[in-house]
Protein backbone atom coordinates (compact mmCIF):
# COMPACT_ATOMS: atom_id res chain seq x y z
CA UNK A 1 0.00 0.00 0.00
CA UNK A 2 1.14 3.41 -0.93
CA UNK A 3 0.54 6.21 1.86
CA UNK A 4 -2.25 8.46 0.54
CA UNK A 5 -2.98 6.35 -2.43
CA UNK A 6 -6.67 4.71 -2.69
CA UNK A 7 -7.36 1.04 -4.61
CA UNK A 8 -10.48 2.81 -5.96
CA UNK A 9 -9.81 3.34 -9.96
CA UNK A 10 -9.88 7.52 -10.92
CA UNK A 11 -9.83 9.04 -8.00
CA UNK A 12 -6.14 10.10 -7.18
CA UNK A 13 -5.25 12.98 -8.95
CA UNK A 14 -9.13 14.05 -9.11
CA UNK A 15 -10.75 16.60 -7.05
CA UNK A 16 -12.39 13.77 -4.68
CA UNK A 17 -9.56 11.79 -3.98
CA UNK A 18 -8.96 10.62 -0.23
CA UNK A 19 -7.27 13.57 0.46
CA UNK A 20 -11.25 15.49 0.27
CA UNK A 21 -13.55 12.98 1.66
CA UNK A 22 -16.74 14.93 1.66
CA UNK A 23 -19.99 13.51 3.74
CA UNK A 24 -23.38 14.04 1.98
CA UNK A 25 -26.67 12.09 2.09
CA UNK A 26 -28.22 10.28 -1.03
CA UNK A 27 -30.68 7.69 -2.31
CA UNK A 28 -31.08 4.91 -4.82
CA UNK A 29 -34.09 4.96 -6.40
CA UNK A 30 -37.38 5.01 -3.91
CA UNK A 31 -34.90 4.01 -0.90
CA UNK A 32 -34.57 6.22 2.32
CA UNK A 33 -31.77 8.14 2.91
CA UNK A 34 -28.54 6.94 3.32
CA UNK A 35 -24.91 9.02 4.25
CA UNK A 36 -22.11 8.54 2.17
CA UNK A 37 -18.93 10.09 1.48
CA UNK A 38 -17.88 10.88 -1.92
CA UNK A 39 -14.38 9.14 -3.48
CA UNK A 40 -14.08 10.21 -7.05
CA UNK A 41 -17.58 9.40 -8.84
CA UNK A 42 -18.82 7.12 -6.72
CA UNK A 43 -20.12 7.26 -3.17
CA UNK A 44 -19.33 5.13 -0.48
CA UNK A 45 -22.29 4.01 1.60
CA UNK A 46 -21.19 4.61 5.03
CA UNK A 47 -24.74 3.59 6.79
CA UNK A 48 -23.63 0.09 4.89
CA UNK A 49 -20.22 0.35 6.07
CA UNK A 50 -21.40 1.14 9.83
CA UNK A 51 -23.69 -2.01 9.43
CA UNK A 52 -20.83 -3.91 8.66
CA UNK A 53 -18.74 -2.66 11.27
CA UNK A 54 -16.21 -1.36 8.65
CA UNK A 55 -16.56 2.07 10.30
CA UNK A 56 -17.79 2.53 14.31
CA UNK A 57 -19.52 5.92 14.65
CA UNK A 58 -22.15 4.65 17.51
CA UNK A 59 -24.85 4.19 14.65
CA UNK A 60 -24.60 8.07 13.60
CA UNK A 61 -24.09 7.20 10.38
CA UNK A 62 -27.12 4.87 10.13
CA UNK A 63 -29.49 8.15 9.92
CA UNK A 64 -31.21 9.90 7.30
CA UNK A 65 -29.06 13.01 8.09
CA UNK A 66 -25.72 13.83 8.87
CA UNK A 67 -26.92 15.74 12.28
CA UNK A 68 -26.07 12.96 15.10
CA UNK A 69 -22.82 12.40 13.03
CA UNK A 70 -22.06 16.44 13.14
CA UNK A 71 -22.85 16.46 17.04
CA UNK A 72 -20.32 13.75 17.85
CA UNK A 73 -17.34 16.33 17.98
CA UNK A 74 -13.95 16.43 16.33
CA UNK A 75 -12.06 13.51 18.06
CA UNK A 76 -15.15 11.73 16.55
CA UNK A 77 -15.09 13.25 13.01
CA UNK A 78 -11.18 12.65 13.00
CA UNK A 79 -11.61 8.93 13.72
CA UNK A 80 -13.92 8.39 11.45
CA UNK A 81 -12.47 10.49 8.80
CA UNK A 82 -8.93 8.01 9.48
CA UNK A 83 -11.14 4.68 8.89
CA UNK A 84 -12.96 5.83 5.98
CA UNK A 85 -9.19 6.54 4.60
CA UNK A 86 -7.91 2.82 5.64
CA UNK A 87 -10.66 1.25 4.34
CA UNK A 88 -10.19 3.35 1.08
CA UNK A 89 -6.41 3.55 0.78
CA UNK A 90 -6.06 -0.11 1.97
CA UNK A 91 -6.23 -2.76 -0.28
CA UNK A 92 -6.81 -5.63 2.48
CA UNK A 93 -10.27 -4.07 2.83
CA UNK A 94 -11.28 -3.65 -1.16
CA UNK A 95 -13.25 -6.81 -0.90
CA UNK A 96 -15.33 -5.48 1.83
CA UNK A 97 -15.85 -2.37 0.51
CA UNK A 98 -16.42 -2.69 -3.09
CA UNK A 99 -19.40 -3.67 -3.19
CA UNK A 100 -20.27 -0.23 -0.77
CA UNK A 101 -19.57 1.86 -3.53
CA UNK A 102 -22.09 3.26 -5.74
CA UNK A 103 -21.53 5.40 -9.03
CA UNK A 104 -22.72 9.30 -8.59
CA UNK A 105 -25.34 9.15 -11.49
CA UNK A 106 -27.29 6.08 -9.91
CA UNK A 107 -27.80 8.60 -7.00
CA UNK A 108 -29.73 11.65 -5.91
CA UNK A 109 -28.97 13.76 -3.35
CA UNK A 110 -30.56 14.73 -0.44
CA UNK A 111 -30.29 18.35 1.88
CA UNK A 112 -26.95 16.72 3.76
CA UNK A 113 -27.99 18.09 7.02
CA UNK A 114 -31.13 19.71 8.95
CA UNK A 115 -30.51 22.91 8.77
CA UNK A 116 -31.07 24.34 12.12
CA UNK A 117 -30.94 28.21 12.73
CA UNK A 118 -29.15 30.22 9.18
CA UNK A 119 -27.18 33.10 9.40
CA UNK A 120 -26.10 34.94 6.69
CA UNK A 121 -22.74 37.38 7.08
CA UNK A 122 -21.59 40.04 4.81
CA UNK A 123 -17.71 39.60 5.23
CA UNK A 124 -16.26 41.01 1.92
CA UNK A 125 -14.80 44.72 2.23
CA UNK A 126 -14.66 44.42 -2.00
CA UNK A 127 -19.04 42.93 -1.68
CA UNK A 128 -19.90 46.08 1.31
CA UNK A 129 -18.51 48.82 -0.51
CA UNK A 130 -20.04 48.01 -4.31
CA UNK A 131 -23.59 47.80 -2.39
CA UNK A 132 -22.57 50.60 -0.93
CA UNK A 133 -21.89 52.60 -4.29
CA UNK A 134 -25.07 51.52 -6.07
CA UNK A 135 -27.45 51.57 -3.22
CA UNK A 136 -26.12 54.69 -1.54
CA UNK A 137 -23.95 56.77 -3.84
CA UNK A 138 -22.29 59.96 -3.09
CA UNK A 139 -22.21 58.46 0.84
CA UNK A 140 -19.36 57.03 2.69
CA UNK A 141 -19.76 53.09 0.82
CA UNK A 142 -19.12 51.03 4.12
CA UNK A 143 -21.29 52.27 7.00
CA UNK A 144 -19.65 53.32 10.45
CA UNK A 145 -20.07 50.45 12.21
CA UNK A 146 -18.93 47.74 9.20
CA UNK A 147 -14.96 47.51 10.69
CA UNK A 148 -15.87 47.07 13.89
CA UNK A 149 -18.20 44.04 13.72
CA UNK A 150 -18.81 40.96 11.05
CA UNK A 151 -22.56 42.47 10.23
CA UNK A 152 -25.28 39.70 9.85
CA UNK A 153 -28.88 38.56 9.68
CA UNK A 154 -30.59 35.33 10.78
CA UNK A 155 -32.42 33.88 7.54
CA UNK A 156 -34.87 31.35 7.09
CA UNK A 157 -33.96 27.99 7.49
CA UNK A 158 -36.48 26.32 6.25
CA UNK A 159 -35.88 27.59 2.77
CA UNK A 160 -31.97 25.63 2.61
CA UNK A 161 -32.59 23.54 -0.23
CA UNK A 162 -29.76 21.13 -2.10
CA UNK A 163 -28.03 22.04 -5.04
CA UNK A 164 -29.90 20.63 -7.71
CA UNK A 165 -33.64 22.67 -6.54
CA UNK A 166 -35.01 24.64 -9.23
CA UNK A 167 -36.03 27.87 -7.83
CA UNK A 168 -39.05 29.64 -8.50
CA UNK A 169 -38.72 33.78 -9.39
CA UNK A 170 -40.01 35.00 -5.65
CA UNK A 171 -43.53 37.86 -6.02
CA UNK A 172 -42.70 40.80 -4.00
CA UNK A 173 -43.40 44.49 -3.88
CA UNK A 174 -40.48 46.27 -5.84
CA UNK A 175 -40.63 50.04 -5.66
CA UNK A 176 -41.51 52.73 -9.05
CA UNK A 177 -41.66 56.00 -9.41
CA UNK A 178 -45.39 55.72 -9.00
CA UNK A 179 -44.87 53.73 -5.75
CA UNK A 180 -44.99 50.55 -5.03
CA UNK A 181 -46.19 47.82 -7.15
CA UNK A 182 -46.76 43.65 -6.96
CA UNK A 183 -45.31 41.59 -8.98
CA UNK A 184 -42.94 38.82 -10.24
CA UNK A 185 -39.42 39.77 -9.24
CA UNK A 186 -37.71 41.49 -12.09
CA UNK A 187 -34.13 41.82 -10.77
CA UNK A 188 -33.86 37.97 -9.36
CA UNK A 189 -29.83 37.75 -8.84
CA UNK A 190 -27.38 34.90 -7.15
CA UNK A 191 -24.96 35.46 -4.07
CA UNK A 192 -21.39 33.34 -4.18
CA UNK A 193 -21.19 32.23 -0.59
CA UNK A 194 -19.29 29.80 1.74
CA UNK A 195 -21.39 28.61 4.24
CA UNK A 196 -20.06 26.78 7.66
CA UNK A 197 -21.23 23.91 9.17
CA UNK A 198 -22.07 23.62 13.49
CA UNK A 199 -21.65 20.31 14.55
CA UNK A 200 -21.28 20.92 18.23
CA UNK A 201 -23.78 23.03 20.10
CA UNK A 202 -23.13 25.37 22.80
CA UNK A 203 -25.63 26.06 25.89
CA UNK A 204 -27.66 29.34 26.13
CA UNK A 205 -25.74 32.07 28.02
CA UNK A 206 -22.48 31.03 27.37
CA UNK A 207 -20.28 32.39 24.32
CA UNK A 208 -17.97 30.91 22.21
CA UNK A 209 -14.68 31.66 21.80
CA UNK A 210 -12.87 32.16 18.06
CA UNK A 211 -10.31 29.98 19.39
CA UNK A 212 -12.83 26.91 19.58
CA UNK A 213 -14.00 27.37 16.02
CA UNK A 214 -12.75 23.96 15.13
CA UNK A 215 -14.39 22.32 18.27
CA UNK A 216 -17.77 23.55 16.88
CA UNK A 217 -17.68 23.76 13.23
CA UNK A 218 -17.37 20.69 11.38
CA UNK A 219 -17.39 21.42 7.88
CA UNK A 220 -17.95 24.16 4.73
CA UNK A 221 -20.22 24.38 2.00
CA UNK A 222 -20.89 26.02 -0.91
CA UNK A 223 -23.92 28.55 -0.50
CA UNK A 224 -25.77 30.57 -3.57
CA UNK A 225 -27.96 33.19 -1.86
CA UNK A 226 -30.62 33.95 -4.09
CA UNK A 227 -31.61 37.31 -3.59
CA UNK A 228 -34.39 39.36 -5.19
CA UNK A 229 -32.71 42.98 -5.73
CA UNK A 230 -35.63 44.98 -6.22
CA UNK A 231 -37.97 43.27 -3.11
CA UNK A 232 -34.65 43.89 -1.32
CA UNK A 233 -34.21 47.29 -2.37
CA UNK A 234 -37.52 48.43 -0.69
CA UNK A 235 -38.16 46.22 2.09
CA UNK A 236 -34.80 46.29 3.46
CA UNK A 237 -34.71 49.36 5.71
CA UNK A 238 -34.69 50.11 8.90
CA UNK A 239 -35.08 45.62 9.49
CA UNK A 240 -32.89 44.31 6.89
CA UNK A 241 -33.25 41.79 4.46
CA UNK A 242 -36.64 39.66 4.43
CA UNK A 243 -38.58 38.53 1.74
CA UNK A 244 -36.00 39.31 -0.98
CA UNK A 245 -33.81 36.75 0.26
CA UNK A 246 -36.11 34.06 2.59
CA UNK A 247 -37.59 32.44 -0.74
CA UNK A 248 -34.18 29.90 -1.31
CA UNK A 249 -30.96 29.52 -0.19
CA UNK A 250 -29.24 26.59 -1.96
CA UNK A 251 -26.35 24.54 -0.64
CA UNK A 252 -23.89 22.01 -2.00
CA UNK A 253 -24.63 18.46 -1.39
CA UNK A 254 -21.01 17.71 -0.37
CA UNK A 255 -20.03 18.97 2.65
CA UNK A 256 -15.93 19.31 2.87
CA UNK A 257 -14.94 18.46 6.35
CA UNK A 258 -12.77 21.12 7.86
CA UNK A 259 -9.77 18.19 8.07
CA UNK A 260 -9.71 18.53 4.56
CA UNK A 261 -8.92 21.91 4.07
CA UNK A 262 -6.01 21.95 7.04
CA UNK A 263 -3.49 23.55 3.67
CA UNK A 264 -6.29 25.75 2.51
CA UNK A 265 -5.93 28.03 5.59
CA UNK A 266 -3.97 31.48 5.16
CA UNK A 267 -2.96 34.57 7.02
CA UNK A 268 -6.71 36.91 7.23
CA UNK A 269 -6.32 40.49 6.25
CA UNK A 270 -4.83 42.97 8.66
CA UNK A 271 -7.69 44.49 10.50
CA UNK A 272 -7.85 48.25 10.97
CA UNK A 273 -9.12 49.48 13.12
CA UNK A 274 -8.12 46.80 15.72
CA UNK A 275 -11.08 44.66 16.82
CA UNK A 276 -12.77 44.29 19.78
CA UNK A 277 -10.98 41.03 22.05
CA UNK A 278 -13.77 39.08 21.64
CA UNK A 279 -13.10 38.98 17.76
CA UNK A 280 -9.49 38.69 18.05
CA UNK A 281 -8.65 35.06 17.09
CA UNK A 282 -5.18 33.88 16.93
CA UNK A 283 -4.02 32.93 14.65
CA UNK A 284 -6.52 35.06 11.94
CA UNK A 285 -6.93 32.48 9.25
CA UNK A 286 -9.20 32.74 6.16
CA UNK A 287 -9.53 30.19 3.92
CA UNK A 288 -7.49 30.02 0.28
CA UNK A 289 -10.71 28.60 -1.53
CA UNK A 290 -11.21 29.83 -5.39
CA UNK A 291 -14.82 30.03 -6.49
CA UNK A 292 -16.25 29.97 -9.84
CA UNK A 293 -19.81 31.22 -10.92
CA UNK A 294 -20.82 29.49 -14.01
CA UNK A 295 -24.06 31.40 -15.90
CA UNK A 296 -25.46 28.62 -17.99
CA UNK A 297 -22.61 27.09 -18.39
CA UNK A 298 -20.27 30.09 -18.91
CA UNK A 299 -17.75 31.12 -16.03
CA UNK A 300 -18.81 35.15 -15.57
CA UNK A 301 -16.79 35.57 -12.11
CA UNK A 302 -14.10 33.88 -10.31
CA UNK A 303 -14.62 35.45 -6.76
CA UNK A 304 -11.44 34.61 -4.20
CA UNK A 305 -12.30 33.45 -1.03
CA UNK A 306 -8.85 33.93 0.81
CA UNK A 307 -9.31 37.98 1.13
CA UNK A 308 -12.75 37.91 3.30
CA UNK A 309 -12.24 40.69 6.00
CA UNK A 310 -13.78 38.61 9.09
CA UNK A 311 -12.84 35.42 9.05
CA UNK A 312 -15.18 32.16 10.07
CA UNK A 313 -13.64 32.01 13.63
CA UNK A 314 -14.43 35.88 14.17
CA UNK A 315 -18.38 35.34 12.70
CA UNK A 316 -18.55 32.34 15.09
CA UNK A 317 -17.23 34.24 18.49
CA UNK A 318 -19.49 37.22 17.24
CA UNK A 319 -23.26 35.56 16.56
CA UNK A 320 -22.38 33.74 19.98
CA UNK A 321 -21.19 36.96 22.12
CA UNK A 322 -24.55 37.76 23.17
CA UNK A 323 -25.27 33.98 24.55
CA UNK A 324 -27.22 32.63 21.82
CA UNK A 325 -26.62 29.41 21.61
CA UNK A 326 -25.51 27.23 19.06
CA UNK A 327 -27.47 23.80 17.59
CA UNK A 328 -26.14 21.43 15.44
CA UNK A 329 -27.02 21.70 11.97
CA UNK A 330 -26.96 25.31 12.27
CA UNK A 331 -25.79 27.15 9.03
CA UNK A 332 -23.67 30.63 8.52
CA UNK A 333 -22.45 32.01 5.74
CA UNK A 334 -19.74 34.43 4.43
CA UNK A 335 -21.48 36.37 2.70
CA UNK A 336 -21.10 37.33 -0.72
CA UNK A 337 -17.19 36.92 -2.14
CA UNK A 338 -16.47 39.80 -3.86
CA UNK A 339 -12.50 40.56 -5.19
CA UNK A 340 -10.87 43.60 -5.93
CA UNK A 341 -11.96 43.15 -10.10
CA UNK A 342 -15.27 43.50 -11.66
CA UNK A 343 -14.46 39.72 -12.70
CA UNK A 344 -14.00 38.70 -9.22
CA UNK A 345 -17.17 39.44 -7.35
CA UNK A 346 -19.91 37.66 -6.58
CA UNK A 347 -22.80 38.67 -7.53
CA UNK A 348 -24.68 40.01 -10.89
CA UNK A 349 -25.79 43.45 -9.15
CA UNK A 350 -21.60 43.71 -8.49
CA UNK A 351 -21.09 42.53 -12.01
CA UNK A 352 -23.97 44.76 -14.03
CA UNK A 353 -23.14 47.57 -11.54
CA UNK A 354 -26.43 47.88 -10.60
CA UNK A 355 -27.92 46.60 -14.43
CA UNK A 356 -26.14 49.93 -15.83
CA UNK A 357 -23.36 47.57 -17.57
CA UNK A 358 -24.83 45.00 -19.16
CA UNK A 359 -22.58 41.69 -19.52
CA UNK A 360 -22.52 39.61 -22.95
CA UNK A 361 -23.36 35.78 -21.70
CA UNK A 362 -24.15 33.12 -24.56
CA UNK A 363 -24.21 36.25 -26.86
CA UNK A 364 -26.78 38.07 -25.28
CA UNK A 365 -26.69 41.30 -23.06
CA UNK A 366 -27.49 40.32 -19.58
CA UNK A 367 -27.74 41.87 -16.30
CA UNK A 368 -29.98 39.86 -13.95
CA UNK A 369 -31.64 36.40 -14.10
CA UNK A 370 -33.97 35.38 -16.93
CA UNK A 371 -36.17 31.96 -16.52
CA UNK A 372 -34.66 28.88 -17.37
CA UNK A 373 -31.19 30.32 -16.42
CA UNK A 374 -29.43 28.14 -14.22
CA UNK A 375 -26.12 29.27 -12.11
CA UNK A 376 -23.69 26.94 -10.89
CA UNK A 377 -21.19 27.67 -8.76
CA UNK A 378 -17.88 25.55 -8.16
CA UNK A 379 -14.71 25.82 -6.12
CA UNK A 380 -11.32 24.56 -5.16
CA UNK A 381 -8.69 24.85 -2.45
CA UNK A 382 -5.45 23.10 -1.98
CA UNK A 383 -4.93 20.04 -0.38
CA UNK A 384 -2.23 18.14 1.16
CA UNK A 385 0.75 17.23 -1.44
CA UNK A 386 -0.04 19.90 -3.92
CA UNK A 387 -3.37 18.19 -4.60
CA UNK A 388 -6.42 20.15 -5.14
CA UNK A 389 -9.50 19.93 -3.52
CA UNK A 390 -12.94 20.68 -5.89
CA UNK A 391 -15.30 21.43 -3.20
CA UNK A 392 -18.93 20.40 -4.30
CA UNK A 393 -20.76 22.17 -6.59
CA UNK A 394 -24.12 24.59 -5.71
CA UNK A 395 -26.39 24.67 -8.96
CA UNK A 396 -30.29 25.69 -9.45
CA UNK A 397 -32.64 26.41 -12.38
CA UNK A 398 -34.74 29.27 -12.33
CA UNK A 399 -38.44 28.54 -13.19
CA UNK A 400 -41.20 31.09 -14.49
CA UNK A 401 -43.01 32.97 -11.05
CA UNK A 402 -46.41 30.91 -10.29
CA1 LIG B 1 -26.11 36.93 1.38
Known amino acids: MTAGKSWVPGTDGSGYGVHHLPYGVFRVGDGEPRIGVR ?15 LVLAGGALGRPTLNTFLALGRPQWTAVRQRITELLTDV ?4 AVEPLLIPLDEVRMELPFEVADYVDFY ?6 TNVGLIFRPGQPPLLPNWKHLPIGYHGRAGTVV ?3 TPVVRPHGQRPSREGPVFGPSARLDIEAEVGF ?6 PLGRRVAAADFADHVFGVVLVNDWSARDIQAWEYQPLGPFLGKSFATSVAAWVTPLDALRHAFVPGPEQDPS ?4 LRDEPHQGLDLRLTVNWNGEPVM ?6 MYWTPAQQLAHLTVNGASLRTGDLYASGTVSGPRRDEVGSFLELSWGGTEPVTVGGTERTFLADGDTVTITATAPGRDGLVIELGEVAGTVLPAE
Request: avoid cysteine.
Open 39 to 53: VGDLVLDLAGAEAAD
Open 92 to 95: AHRA
Open 302 to 307: RPPFAG
Open 123 to 128: SSEQHA
Open 162 to 164: VSG
Open 275 to 278: VADY
Open 197 to 202: VVGVPS
